[in-house]
């Protein structure tokens, strides 16, 4: 019988393997962390330090200001936290970013004090942190802005607070969700014309009447330049977005669009010069957006993550299989796997160098290396085994690293599948698609391929399920290409 105490350790082994792994964020240098700090702590002193300024300062105001300059700091750690676990692959210019804007708001606050409306203080930057950094780090950060103010909140209406409020969450949920710069430019007409109404109904009517004329259009005029303010900073944030796009390596949706266009020069060049490859890309795109779709992943990501995946084929297109015409194999001719192994593996390498060039964002380019993994080279590693040649697996394996996230652990999926798919015979059933759909997904499991990238179970019989409806989908219509069982290398 089995031993009660290993019979645990299995079910806990079974049990954290079922659960969704956790991912660390990435490393922060400590100068980074040190500037990021000393930004945090200006902060809290310009959000506190009138509280010092009274006449006959006393040991409880001093109290008081100490609290407040703490609570400051914490909500600022809490800010950093909340963005570090929404992004885990944010870096210390995102966040620099994100503290920057609040330590410029604060700034404007001191500046200004209640004179300027909140809405134009608050609003664009919700905008700027909802397209770069999602929108449960926008809201967060609104909060915190709304919040904490350095003059008394009382100098302020408190109908525009609530104004502000739901301007800039509706902002910060609708920002991370939109995919166009037009879309961009309604909403920043559209905001302003609610917030004009909502001021116009909460506050216009609440402090004046119709019969004093002078004193209606007095704060409609002012509610009302408020508002073309607000849309005037509206309209020139959207300008400059591209600009901290570049600066702060943000991957708004737009930009994600703007990459996915078919027509970029890169793309333009795969399809010319490495026709198969180009197919290839389009039949993964279509596996992995419908698995993404499935799990309720990053769709625009992964649908152009898989766009420049294997566009380091572009160095050499007739060494990889779906470029040749089937009459004469590079490969076969230098007769070497090593030096086979070594093209393959320089997918990855001139992937990486085009990234670069061409100004790709880390988050797609972490696509190149990472759809490959620690893969085995298994049609080479064959080869030298045959010859029977010296070597290390190691040699045969790519340098990695293993997909860090659920989209760049699909497109390793659907890169597996879409050969095999591909080489399936036209009058397949479902049952026999799924199980080789299966057969290569449990071998990237058993590999340890998947152990970063948290996707669950569930999540992987899901993914399995949608690239099975896929291939009923496509297989009417689909292309073979010579491809035999021992050589579905990519
Ligand atoms: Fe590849
Ligand atoms: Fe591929």
Not at 290 to 309: N, P, Q
Not at 340 to 353: N, P
Request: charged share 20%.
């Amino acid at each position: 019988m089995q031993n009660p105490t290993s019979f645990l350790k299995k079910f806990n082994y079974f049990w954290k393997r079922s659960q969704f792994p956790e991912q660390g964020p990435i490393q922060i240098s400590t100068i980074d962390k040190l500037i990021i700090f000393l930004i945090c702590t200006v902060i809290s002193i310009i959000s506190s330090y009138k509280r010092l300024l009274v006449p006959n300062l006393e040991i409880s105001d001093v109290f008081y200001w100490g609290v407040n300059f703490a609570e400051v700091l914490f909500i600022c750690g809490f800010l950093i936290l909340v963005s570090r676990k929404e992004n885990p692959n944010i870096n210390s210019r995102q966040i620099l970013l994100i503290t920057s804007l609040l330590l410029i708001v604060q700034l404007i606050k001191n500046i200004f004090g209640p004179g300027l409306s909140p809405l134009s203080i608050i609003v664009p930057p919700a905008l700027i942190i909802s397209q770069g950094m999602g929108t449960i780090t926008a809201l967060a950060w609104v909060s915190i802005a709304s919040i904490s103010w350095p003059d008394s909140i009382i100098d302020i209406n408190s109908n525009l607070i609530l104004i502000t409020l739901i301007c800039s969450g509706f902002v910060s949920v609708l920002g991370g969700r939109i995919r166009s710069r037009a879309q961009l430019l309604q909403l920043s007409i559209f905001v302003p014309i609610g917030a004009f109404v909502s001021q116009w109904v909460l506050i216009g009517n609440e402090e004046t009447a119709l019969v004093d004329n002078q004193d209606f259009f007095s704060l409609n005029g002012q509610i009302f330049s408020d508002s073309l303010l607000l849309a005037i900073i509206m309209l020139i944030t959207i300008l400059f977005i591209p600009i901290f796009e570049s600066i702060f390596g943000l991957l708004t949706k737009a930009r994600l669009l703007e990459l996915a266009d078919k027509e970029k020069p890169l793309i333009r060049r795969l399809s010319k010069e490495a026709p198969g490859t180009f197919e290839h890309t389009l039949l993964i795109c279509g596996l992995a957006e419908e698995a993404t779709r499935m799990i309720g992943g990053d769709i625009d990501l992964v649908k152009t993550g898989s766009l420049y995946h294997d566009i380091g084929k572009l160095h050499a297109p007739n060494w990889f299989i779906e470029n040749q015409d089937g009459s004469n194999n590079p490969h076969d001719e230098i007769d070497d796997p090593f030096k086979s192994a070594e093209v393959l593996q320089a997918h990855v390498d001139e992937g990486l160098k085009f990234a670069r060039k061409n100004r790709l964002p880390k988050p797609i380019a972490n696509f190149i290396p990472e759809h490959q993994g620690t893969l085995k080279m298994g049609y080479f590693l064959h080869k030298a085994e045959e010859k029977k040649l010296k070597f290390n697996e190691s040699d045969f394996r790519y340098k990695g690293p293993i997909p860090q996230s659920k989209e760049t652990a699909i497109l390793m999926l659907a890169d597996g599948c879409e050969a095999a798919l591909r080489a399936m015979n036209i009058n397949a059933s479902d049952y026999e698609a799924l199980k080789t759909i299966s057969k290569i997904v449990t071998s990237r499991q058993l590999d340890g391929q998947l152990d970063d990238s948290n996707l669950s179970k569930g999540e992987i019989f899901l993914i399995k399920k949608s690239f099975l409806n896929v291939w009923k989908r496509i297989r009417h219509r689909r292309i073979q290409y010579p491809t035999t069982k021992n050589n579905t290398f990519s």
